[in-house]
């Protein structure tokens, strides 16, 4: 089976730092775009960050521009997802997605639909 598989959420303060990490699972993410996905309860889903190759800008939601990071090592086989500033808005499930990049492009990797796999989800919380 393909799936990522996230790690690192938790709780932060405002103001604090967390670091997700997306592993490959059952394949190899050097030519799959990757998106990362947050769900707070009662809300919609909504892109994050996503990244379509492993030689690509990352692109980011206006919410978290310039306070999160997605980073790709050289299309090895985990994606991180370095989160700074945090606010109690970010507060969600984080999930880690997964598709062939031929896909997806800058327009649609916010787009959870394009995605094919999906982790289990990770959770954030960003409460004093």
């Known amino acids: 089976q393909l799936q990522p598989v996230e790690s690192g959420g938790g709780l932060a303060q405002p103001g604090g730092s967390l670091r997700l990490s997306c592993a490959a699972s059952?394949?190899?993410?050097?030519?799959?775009?990757i998106g990362w996905f947050r769900q707070a309860p009662g809300k919609e889903r909504e892109g994050v960050a996503c990244?379509?190759?492993?030689?690509?800008?990352?692109y980011y939601a206006d919410s978290v521009k310039g306070r999160f990071t997605l980073s790709r090592d050289n299309g090895k086989e985990t994606v991180y997802l370095q989160m700074n500033s945090l606010k109690p808005e970010d507060t969600g499930v984080y999930y880690c997605?997964?598709?062939?990049?031929?896909?997806?492009?800058?327009?649609?990797?916010?787009?959870?639909?394009?995605?094919?796999?999906w982790g289990q989800g990770t959770q954030v919380t960003v409460s004093r």
């Open positions: 997605a997964a598709v062939p990049s031929r896909f997806v492009n800058e327009n649609t990797c916010f787009k959870a639909p394009e995605y094919d796999f």
């Open positions: 990244i379509v190759s492993s030689d690509g800008s990352p």
């Open positions: 059952g394949f190899t993410l050097e030519h799959h775009a």
